[in-house]
């Protein structure tokens, strides 16, 4: 089960933490993602990191705003975003693969979170 949380609203330039709490022993050996999807869109790839933490992949929209981090003794993958803009407005999914952490499709991450809500205005 994968359980996002931190999103909420907040004004064009702030920042937001996002965090997924993963159960289940084997998050350690999952390649984790985040996804969003704005209204009226297709989910989108945001940001992907590999099983220990090496490899980090970002979508060129976010890259050098936000960051993706795991911590593995703690379940968890987390996603910092700094200077938020309107654009940004989204339902953010955090998701796990098996497959490496280069992977961006969605079609390829296996298990999926509920979603949490990120509102930015401007």
């Known amino acids: 089960q994968l359980v996002e949380s931190g999103g909420g609203l907040v004004q064009a330039g702030g920042s937001l933490r996002l965090s997924c709490a993963v159960s289940?022993?084997?998050?350690?050996?999952?390649?984790m993602g985040w996804f969003r999807q704005g209204p009226g869109k297709e989910r989108e790839f945001v940001a992907s990191?590999?099983?220990?933490?090496?490899?980090?992949y970002y979508a060129d929209s976010v890259k050098g705003r936000f960051t993706i981090s795991r911590d593995n003794a703690k379940n968890t993958v987390y996603l910092q975003m700094n200077s938020l803009n309107v654009e940004d407005t989204a339902v953010y999914f955090c998701?796990?693969?098996?497959?490496?952490?280069?992977?961006?499709?969605?079609?390829?991450?296996?298990?999926w979170g509920q979603g949490t809500q990120v509102t930015v205005s401007s």
């Open positions: 998701a796990a693969t098996s497959r490496n952490s280069g992977t961006t499709a969605s079609y390829e991450y296996e298990r």
């Open positions: 990191i590999s099983w220990l933490g090496r490899s980090t």
């Open positions: 289940g022993r084997t998050f350690s050996y999952y390649t």
